[in-house]
């Protein structure tokens, strides 16, 4: 059942802008996938922490192929967590859930999947905690303050720096205004030098992970591929200036979009594209989102999208001469 898409908006603590088939990328589901869930723990034990000072315990991991080397690195960035819950909705048995506790499942998921497939990956957590080494002015009555929520999204860019990744990618899930908001889209940055890339790594993300959805009969709407101009959520009151004022005035994701004077200095600094493939307040779509065979089906196409834009060029054929 196709339910009616409305209003968008992604998650606050990605700061900036208003409130708002590709069968040939994927096989069958890898029992990498299916497997990743119940692995989480020993994963989490043999990655390398690329900057311990600066990031909190568990974040910004470095882990080794586990099969094969492409001598490439990935950046999965699992939106939220700790402190920072992002968008919280409720399944269809009435369970409330909160974003950051999805995303991360799926982010470890995607990292098994790749890592089997020859590839580095760095991820900006492994555990629900925020990315960046909270210190006194980061926390306001137990939530994230302005300062810190920037600062949090500032660090996953300067993780993805930090890795060296070729290619950069936002795990994240939507939440609406109305339960009958519903359906995936992909953003991308089209400000930046490689905005092509930007697009080419979107379109591979919206149209692997649907597949994946479509094949198990989901019927999830495609919400398409959007750049960021207008995506996001400022946080605070514009009217009382500083920050808030600055976040309003950005027209992009800080973790897709280009430096601002005054505002973000750290971006990154190689292609990187968003997925959103559910809506946490569509009880039926938040009911997929909560259950680890849903989040392996996700992970899996993020996967073979990842794989399909980091897959060399094929060679041209010669000719046939007359």
Known sequence: MRRRRGPHRVGGALLGGAVLGASALLGPLSAAGAASARAVSSQAAKGIALDPAMFA???????????????????????????????????????????????????????????????????????????????????DDGLLSLQGAHDDVAARDECANLSKASALVGIYMDAGYESTNAGSIAAYDSDRPFAQSNLALATDLQNAVLWAMDAEGWGIPNDG?????????????????????????????????????????????MPGALIEPLYLTDPYEGTLAQGASGQAVIAQGIAGAVEQFLAPPKAAHPATPA
């Open 225 to 269: 591929v959007q750049d960021d101009t207008g995506l996001g959520s400022s946080v605070g009151n514009p009217a009382d200036g500083g920050l808030a004022a600055a976040s309003a005035a950005y027209d992009h994701l800080m973790l897709l979009g280009p430096a601002e004077t005054g505002y973000f200095t750290t971006p990154s600094t």
């Open 57 to 139: 315990t568990g974040a910004c991991m470095a882990f080794a192929p586990t099969s094969g080397n492409r001598h490439q690195t990935v950046f999965l960035d699992a939106g939220h967590g700790g402190i920072d819950p992002g968008g919280v909705g409720t399944t269809e048995d009435g369970s409330q859930i909160a974003e950051s506790q999805i995303n991360l499942p799926i982010e470890l998921a995607s990292m098994a999947i790749l890592r089997a497939h020859g590839f580095r990956v760095v991820v900006s957590r492994t555990q629900d905690t925020t990315v960046l080494r909270l210190g006194p002015a980061d926390v």
